[in-house]
């Protein structure tokens, strides 16, 4: 689209802002972390809080425009506090009907951060403004506290 790499640093923060005000189903709390170039971003977004256990459970986030046009390099996960099960997450493109990983991304028993042994799915890693990414907790888990990083470029 043209007319879209444009965008100031800071307004990623307001159009997040907005964005969450407006999609109930992302009740998430969703925080910028690098806005360094115009042409990269990254997504810290909560899941469930530090006290709340993982349940199985989908989250839908919708694509800003500062990320219109970009790929995904990067999926992670981490929790606050480690849990007997591990945690299987799955990274969807609802908008354009595809699975944007190869495997899921596993956050082990005891441990507190996804194992790097996904794939990002090289086909379909490309986003638009507003497509809607569905990040889907497969498996409940007494695991308090999860979140995933998204980032692009």
Do not use: C, H
């Not at 006290?51 to 995904?72: I, R």
């Not at 908008?95 to 794939?119: F, K, R």
């Amino acid at each position: 689209m043209p007319g879209t790499r444009g965008i100031q640093n800071s307004q990623p923060y307001d159009l997040i802002d907005r964005l969450m005000a407006e999609n109930q189903q992302l009740w998430a709390e969703v925080t910028a972390l690098k806005a360094s170039k115009r042409n990269e971003a990254g997504f810290l977004i909560k899941l469930f809080g530090d006290e709340d256990a993982a349940v199985a459970q989908s989250f839908t986030f919708p694509v800003p425009l500062t990320v219109d046009g970009l790929y995904l390099t990067s999926f992670d996960a981490f929790v606050a506090t480690e849990g007997f099960d591990a945690i299987e997450l799955d990274l969807y493109n609802v908008t354009q009907d595809v699975d944007m990983l190869t495997t899921t991304l596993v956050i082990p028993s005891y441990e507190s951060y996804g194992a790097p042994d996904y794939i990002i799915e090289n086909r379909y890693r490309q986003v638009f403004w507003k497509d809607k990414l569905l990040i889907d907790n497969l498996y409940a888990s007494d695991a308090l506290g999860l979140a995933v990083i998204l980032e692009f470029a």
